[in-house]
């Protein structure tokens, strides 16, 4: 599957100077379990593009290595709490509990109108 482009969200417009990005990377265990994920990804990914306080967010999905990536930048932390706290994503994150192997996160400040890339993402997750 393609990488889905950056979708900007509300917050472009009127972002502070700085910002908060985060990258993630989920495995899941069985090749059973890739196209429930990955409908569930497509809900939080819509949901995150209308949350308030989101610059834009962009989603890899990797079916074969049954391996869905993340990418989004927010005005501030507090925002993306508040939409990691918020349905869909509350559902989604208990319900993937169950099928994952491995996850990771990892944030970084950044300018908030220079949107991350995913050279970035990978060199952060990578690295640790």
């Keep these: 599957m393609p990488t889905l482009p950056w979708t900007a969200g509300p917050a472009t417009s009127s972002a502070a100077a700085e910002s908060i990005v985060m990258a993630s990377r989920f495995h899941v ?35 074969l290595r049954k391996e869905f990536w993340t990418l989004s930048q927010w005005a501030d932390r507090e925002s993306l709490d508040r939409m990691v706290r918020s349905e869909p994503h509350l559902s989604v994150m208990t319900r993937g509990r ?19 890339t995913w050279a970035q993402a990978v060199d952060r997750i990578d690295q640790g």
């Design 98 to 116: 169950a099928v994952m192997a491995d996850s990771v996160f990892r944030f970084w400040p950044a300018a908030a109108d220079t949107p991350p």
């Design 29 to 63: 265990r069985r090749y059973r379990d890739v196209l429930p994920f990955f409908i569930d990804a497509m809900r939080v990914f819509r949901a995150a593009r209308r949350s308030p306080g989101i610059i834009g967010v962009t989603l890899k999905a990797r079916p």
